[in-house]
Protein backbone atom coordinates (compact mmCIF):
# COMPACT_ATOMS: atom_id res chain seq x y z
CA UNK A 1 0.00 0.00 0.00
CA UNK A 2 1.27 3.33 -1.13
CA UNK A 3 1.98 5.78 1.88
CA UNK A 4 2.19 9.49 0.55
CA UNK A 5 3.04 11.29 3.75
CA UNK A 6 6.57 9.45 2.63
CA UNK A 7 6.74 12.07 0.37
CA UNK A 8 5.88 14.87 3.05
CA UNK A 9 7.72 13.35 6.05
CA UNK A 10 10.87 15.18 5.60
CA UNK A 11 11.60 19.09 4.81
CA UNK A 12 14.60 17.93 2.39
CA UNK A 13 12.08 15.78 0.23
CA UNK A 14 9.24 18.51 0.80
CA UNK A 15 11.95 21.73 -0.95
CA UNK A 16 12.76 19.37 -3.50
CA UNK A 17 9.01 18.77 -4.95
CA UNK A 18 8.51 22.37 -4.20
CA UNK A 19 7.77 23.20 -7.66
CA UNK A 20 5.87 26.47 -7.60
CA UNK A 21 7.20 28.99 -5.39
CA UNK A 22 7.95 32.46 -5.38
CA UNK A 23 11.43 33.73 -6.27
CA UNK A 24 13.19 36.73 -6.04
CA UNK A 25 13.50 37.08 -9.87
CA UNK A 26 9.57 37.28 -10.48
CA UNK A 27 9.46 40.24 -7.82
CA UNK A 28 8.06 43.76 -8.90
CA UNK A 29 8.27 46.89 -6.83
CA UNK A 30 5.17 49.71 -6.68
CA UNK A 31 6.50 52.70 -6.42
CA UNK A 32 4.81 55.49 -5.65
CA UNK A 33 6.50 59.68 -6.87
CA UNK A 34 5.12 62.92 -5.84
CA UNK A 35 6.77 66.31 -7.12
CA UNK A 36 9.10 68.47 -4.72
CA UNK A 37 12.60 67.53 -3.01
CA UNK A 38 12.98 66.04 0.25
CA UNK A 39 9.88 64.06 0.60
CA UNK A 40 9.27 60.52 1.99
CA UNK A 41 5.91 60.29 3.59
CA UNK A 42 4.69 57.28 4.76
CA UNK A 43 1.41 55.76 3.07
CA UNK A 44 -2.17 55.89 5.62
CA UNK A 45 -3.54 53.23 4.04
CA UNK A 46 -0.55 51.24 2.41
CA UNK A 47 1.52 50.02 5.59
CA UNK A 48 5.09 50.32 5.26
CA UNK A 49 4.54 52.16 1.87
CA UNK A 50 5.98 55.48 1.17
CA UNK A 51 5.13 58.01 -1.42
CA UNK A 52 8.73 59.73 -2.28
CA UNK A 53 9.98 62.72 -4.23
CA UNK A 54 12.40 62.16 -7.32
CA UNK A 55 15.26 62.72 -5.32
CA UNK A 56 14.78 60.58 -2.60
CA UNK A 57 13.65 58.06 -3.87
CA UNK A 58 16.93 57.68 -6.08
CA UNK A 59 18.56 57.36 -2.70
CA UNK A 60 16.46 55.20 -1.97
CA UNK A 61 17.00 53.00 -5.14
CA UNK A 62 20.07 52.23 -3.54
CA UNK A 63 18.73 50.25 -0.52
CA UNK A 64 16.18 48.32 -3.13
CA UNK A 65 18.70 47.24 -5.73
CA UNK A 66 21.42 45.98 -2.70
CA UNK A 67 18.40 43.50 -1.57
CA UNK A 68 17.86 42.61 -5.11
CA UNK A 69 15.20 44.34 -6.60
CA UNK A 70 15.78 45.20 -10.27
CA UNK A 71 12.04 45.90 -11.69
CA UNK A 72 9.93 47.98 -10.10
CA UNK A 73 6.23 49.54 -11.34
CA UNK A 74 5.98 53.49 -11.56
CA UNK A 75 2.96 55.49 -9.80
CA UNK A 76 2.94 59.26 -9.72
CA UNK A 77 1.15 61.41 -7.50
CA UNK A 78 -0.35 64.94 -8.49
CA UNK A 79 -1.44 67.65 -6.26
CA UNK A 80 -2.43 69.74 -9.31
CA UNK A 81 -5.35 68.21 -11.29
CA UNK A 82 -7.11 68.89 -14.41
CA UNK A 83 -10.35 67.85 -16.78
CA UNK A 84 -7.96 66.35 -19.41
CA UNK A 85 -4.79 64.82 -16.89
CA UNK A 86 -2.51 66.86 -18.64
CA UNK A 87 0.09 66.02 -15.50
CA UNK A 88 -0.05 62.46 -17.01
CA UNK A 89 1.98 63.73 -19.83
CA UNK A 90 4.09 66.33 -18.62
CA UNK A 91 7.49 65.82 -19.74
CA UNK A 92 9.09 67.49 -16.63
CA UNK A 93 6.75 66.18 -14.36
CA UNK A 94 7.54 64.00 -10.86
CA UNK A 95 7.56 60.82 -12.70
CA UNK A 96 9.22 61.86 -15.87
CA UNK A 97 12.04 63.03 -13.40
CA UNK A 98 12.29 60.40 -11.80
CA UNK A 99 12.95 57.84 -14.43
CA UNK A 100 15.25 59.94 -16.52
CA UNK A 101 17.38 60.33 -12.77
CA UNK A 102 17.09 57.09 -12.13
CA UNK A 103 18.15 55.49 -15.23
CA UNK A 104 21.11 58.22 -15.21
CA UNK A 105 22.62 56.69 -12.31
CA UNK A 106 21.80 52.60 -12.44
CA UNK A 107 21.25 52.47 -16.53
CA UNK A 108 20.00 48.62 -16.97
CA UNK A 109 20.71 47.55 -14.12
CA UNK A 110 17.27 48.66 -13.05
CA UNK A 111 13.83 47.97 -15.42
CA UNK A 112 11.04 50.67 -14.86
CA UNK A 113 7.65 50.01 -15.76
CA UNK A 114 5.43 53.49 -15.99
CA UNK A 115 2.12 53.18 -15.27
CA UNK A 116 0.03 54.93 -17.66
CA UNK A 117 -3.32 56.26 -16.56
CA UNK A 118 -5.31 60.04 -16.20
CA UNK A 119 -7.03 59.10 -13.17
CA UNK A 120 -4.50 60.48 -10.42
CA UNK A 121 -4.06 63.34 -12.92
CA UNK A 122 -7.92 64.62 -13.46
CA UNK A 123 -10.18 66.64 -11.64
CA UNK A 124 -13.28 64.00 -11.81
CA UNK A 125 -10.94 60.90 -11.13
CA UNK A 126 -12.10 58.75 -14.17
CA UNK A 127 -9.21 56.91 -16.32
CA UNK A 128 -10.34 58.78 -19.35
CA UNK A 129 -12.42 61.97 -20.93
CA UNK A 130 -15.74 62.13 -19.62
CA UNK A 131 -18.24 64.11 -21.60
CA UNK A 132 -19.50 66.86 -19.95
CA UNK A 133 -23.24 66.43 -20.89
CA UNK A 134 -23.32 62.74 -19.97
CA UNK A 135 -20.37 61.67 -18.07
CA UNK A 136 -19.69 59.00 -19.93
CA UNK A 137 -16.18 58.64 -20.41
CA UNK A 138 -15.40 58.91 -24.51
CA UNK A 139 -13.06 56.01 -25.42
CA UNK A 140 -11.22 57.66 -28.96
CA UNK A 141 -10.87 61.14 -27.87
CA UNK A 142 -9.22 59.50 -24.04
CA UNK A 143 -6.46 57.11 -26.01
CA UNK A 144 -4.78 59.80 -27.68
CA UNK A 145 -3.90 61.58 -24.43
CA UNK A 146 -3.49 58.10 -22.62
CA UNK A 147 -0.93 56.83 -25.58
CA UNK A 148 0.55 60.62 -25.47
CA UNK A 149 1.43 60.08 -21.60
CA UNK A 150 2.76 56.53 -22.61
CA UNK A 151 5.31 58.84 -25.22
CA UNK A 152 6.24 60.99 -22.05
CA UNK A 153 7.41 58.20 -20.16
CA UNK A 154 9.04 56.15 -23.01
CA UNK A 155 10.97 59.48 -23.58
CA UNK A 156 12.19 59.88 -20.36
CA UNK A 157 13.72 56.33 -20.66
CA UNK A 158 10.88 53.81 -19.06
CA UNK A 159 11.94 50.65 -20.32
CA UNK A 160 8.15 49.01 -20.88
CA UNK A 161 5.06 51.16 -20.17
CA UNK A 162 1.70 49.67 -18.39
CA UNK A 163 -1.68 51.29 -19.85
CA UNK A 164 -3.98 50.61 -16.86
CA UNK A 165 -7.52 52.82 -18.18
CA UNK A 166 -8.72 49.63 -20.18
CA UNK A 167 -9.64 52.04 -22.69
CA UNK A 168 -10.63 49.81 -26.30
CA UNK A 169 -7.27 49.85 -28.49
CA UNK A 170 -5.14 51.88 -26.29
CA UNK A 171 -2.24 48.91 -26.49
CA UNK A 172 -2.23 49.94 -30.76
CA UNK A 173 -2.54 53.38 -30.47
CA UNK A 174 0.47 53.44 -27.59
CA UNK A 175 2.51 50.71 -30.15
CA UNK A 176 1.62 52.83 -32.93
CA UNK A 177 3.05 56.06 -31.19
CA UNK A 178 5.84 54.57 -29.83
CA UNK A 179 7.36 52.91 -33.12
CA UNK A 180 5.93 56.82 -34.96
CA UNK A 181 8.92 58.50 -32.76
CA UNK A 182 11.24 55.15 -33.16
CA UNK A 183 10.69 53.87 -29.82
CA UNK A 184 11.03 50.38 -31.11
CA UNK A 185 12.52 48.72 -27.90
CA UNK A 186 9.96 50.17 -25.31
CA UNK A 187 7.35 47.61 -24.38
CA UNK A 188 4.52 47.18 -23.37
CA UNK A 189 2.89 45.58 -20.05
CA UNK A 190 -1.31 45.80 -20.79
CA UNK A 191 -4.10 45.53 -17.77
CA UNK A 192 -4.85 43.14 -20.16
CA UNK A 193 -7.78 41.69 -17.74
CA UNK A 194 -8.45 44.30 -15.02
CA UNK A 195 -11.56 43.68 -13.16
CA UNK A 196 -13.69 46.64 -11.28
CA UNK A 197 -12.75 45.68 -7.85
CA UNK A 198 -13.89 46.83 -4.45
CA UNK A 199 -9.61 45.52 -3.72
CA UNK A 200 -8.57 48.98 -5.06
CA UNK A 201 -9.50 51.02 -2.00
CA UNK A 202 -6.46 51.85 -0.13
CA UNK A 203 -4.29 52.19 -3.47
CA UNK A 204 -6.88 55.05 -4.50
CA UNK A 205 -6.84 56.62 -0.79
CA UNK A 206 -2.45 56.36 -1.31
CA UNK A 207 -2.62 58.82 -4.20
CA UNK A 208 -6.40 60.38 -4.52
CA UNK A 209 -7.45 58.71 -7.41
CA UNK A 210 -11.15 57.91 -6.72
CA UNK A 211 -13.71 59.03 -9.57
CA UNK A 212 -15.62 61.78 -8.34
CA UNK A 213 -18.46 60.94 -9.56
CA UNK A 214 -20.27 57.33 -10.86
CA UNK A 215 -17.84 54.34 -11.29
CA UNK A 216 -15.57 52.26 -13.50
CA UNK A 217 -17.73 50.17 -14.36
CA UNK A 218 -17.79 51.01 -18.27
CA UNK A 219 -14.78 50.36 -18.85
CA UNK A 220 -13.05 47.99 -16.00
CA UNK A 221 -14.47 44.56 -16.34
CA UNK A 222 -17.30 43.04 -14.52
CA UNK A 223 -16.11 40.31 -12.14
CA UNK A 224 -19.20 38.19 -12.69
CA UNK A 225 -18.05 37.51 -16.68
CA UNK A 226 -15.33 35.30 -17.41
CA UNK A 227 -16.10 35.35 -21.28
CA UNK A 228 -14.47 38.24 -22.09
CA UNK A 229 -11.26 37.13 -20.98
CA UNK A 230 -9.90 35.88 -23.91
CA UNK A 231 -11.33 38.69 -25.97
CA UNK A 232 -9.14 40.89 -23.99
CA UNK A 233 -6.35 39.14 -24.04
CA UNK A 234 -6.71 38.36 -27.84
CA UNK A 235 -6.80 42.34 -28.67
CA UNK A 236 -4.10 43.33 -27.03
CA UNK A 237 -2.03 40.69 -28.13
CA UNK A 238 -3.27 41.77 -31.84
CA UNK A 239 -2.35 45.33 -31.04
CA UNK A 240 1.27 44.42 -30.05
CA UNK A 241 1.36 43.89 -26.37
CA UNK A 242 4.31 42.22 -24.93
CA UNK A 243 3.19 40.75 -21.87
CA UNK A 244 -0.14 41.08 -20.32
CA UNK A 245 -1.48 41.73 -16.90
CA UNK A 246 -4.32 40.03 -14.42
CA UNK A 247 -5.43 42.27 -11.50
CA UNK A 248 -6.50 41.99 -9.17
CA UNK A 249 -5.02 38.57 -8.27
CA UNK A 250 -5.54 36.79 -5.24
CA UNK A 251 -9.60 36.35 -6.20
CA UNK A 252 -8.85 35.74 -9.81
CA UNK A 253 -6.55 32.46 -9.56
CA UNK A 254 -8.72 30.98 -12.47
CA UNK A 255 -8.37 33.56 -14.41
CA UNK A 256 -4.69 33.98 -14.07
CA UNK A 257 -4.36 29.98 -15.17
CA UNK A 258 -7.14 30.59 -18.44
CA UNK A 259 -4.48 33.85 -19.47
CA UNK A 260 -2.07 31.28 -18.87
CA UNK A 261 -3.51 28.87 -21.30
CA UNK A 262 -4.15 31.21 -23.74
CA UNK A 263 -1.13 32.78 -24.05
CA UNK A 264 2.48 32.33 -24.37
CA UNK A 265 3.47 35.77 -23.44
CA UNK A 266 4.90 36.20 -20.01
CA UNK A 267 1.79 36.87 -17.48
CA UNK A 268 1.80 39.04 -14.51
CA UNK A 269 -0.25 39.21 -11.41
CA UNK A 270 -1.15 42.35 -9.94
CA UNK A 271 -1.16 41.24 -5.62
CA UNK A 272 -3.52 44.56 -5.42
CA UNK A 273 -3.47 46.90 -2.07
CA UNK A 274 -6.47 45.09 -0.80
CA UNK A 275 -4.65 42.03 -0.31
CA UNK A 276 -2.38 43.04 1.04
CA UNK A 277 -3.83 45.68 3.42
CA UNK A 278 -5.60 42.63 4.63
CA UNK A 279 -2.41 40.47 5.31
CA UNK A 280 -1.03 43.50 6.91
CA UNK A 281 -3.63 44.56 9.16
CA UNK A 282 -4.60 40.58 10.17
CA UNK A 283 -0.82 40.13 11.29
CA UNK A 284 -0.76 43.14 13.32
CA UNK A 285 -3.26 42.13 15.41
CA UNK A 286 -1.84 38.86 15.56
CA UNK A 287 -4.26 36.84 13.52
CA UNK A 288 -2.39 34.93 11.15
CA UNK A 289 1.76 34.24 10.50
CA UNK A 290 2.83 36.97 7.85
CA UNK A 291 5.19 35.21 6.45
CA UNK A 292 3.42 31.78 6.00
CA UNK A 293 0.53 33.64 4.77
CA UNK A 294 2.45 36.05 2.24
CA UNK A 295 4.13 33.03 0.38
CA UNK A 296 1.13 30.88 0.58
CA UNK A 297 -0.88 34.14 -1.11
CA UNK A 298 2.11 34.84 -3.66
CA UNK A 299 2.85 31.09 -4.19
CA UNK A 300 -0.60 30.19 -5.50
CA UNK A 301 -0.12 33.30 -7.86
CA UNK A 302 2.96 31.66 -9.22
CA UNK A 303 1.46 27.99 -9.38
CA UNK A 304 -2.04 29.09 -11.68
CA UNK A 305 0.35 30.23 -14.26
CA UNK A 306 2.18 34.38 -13.44
CA UNK A 307 5.73 34.60 -14.75
CA UNK A 308 5.66 37.56 -12.32
CA UNK A 309 3.98 38.92 -9.05
CA UNK A 310 3.56 42.86 -8.28
CA UNK A 311 3.54 43.22 -4.96
CA UNK A 312 3.92 45.71 -2.32
CA UNK A 313 5.43 42.56 -0.09
CA UNK A 314 8.31 42.99 -2.48
CA UNK A 315 10.73 45.00 -0.20
CA UNK A 316 9.96 43.37 2.73
CA UNK A 317 10.36 39.58 1.47
CA UNK A 318 13.61 40.53 0.92
CA UNK A 319 14.71 42.44 4.14
CA UNK A 320 13.40 39.72 6.06
CA UNK A 321 14.83 36.95 4.69
CA UNK A 322 11.34 35.74 3.60
CA UNK A 323 12.01 33.59 0.30
CA UNK A 324 14.99 31.84 2.01
Given at each position: ????????????????????????????????????????????????????????L??????????????????????????????????????????????E?????????????L???????????????T????????????????????????????????????????????????????????????F?????G???????????????????????????????????????A???????????????????????????A?????????????????????????????????????????????R?????????
Open positions: MTRLRNLRRSKIIRDSLGHHHVERRQLIYPLFITSGHGVKKEISTLPSQYIYSPDVLKEMEKLVDLGLNKFLLFGEAHEKDFLGTGAYDSDGSVATTIRGLKVFGDSIFLISDVCCPYTSHGHCGIPDKTGEIKNDESISLIAKSALTFAEAGSDWVAPSDMMDFRVGAIRKTLDANGLTKTGILSYSVKASAYYPFRGAIDSSPRFGDRSTYQMDPRDMRQVSREISQDIAEGDAVMVKPALAYLDVIKTVRNLTDLPVAYNVSGEYTMVKESASKGLVEERGIVLENLGSMVRAGADWVITYHAELLERNWLE
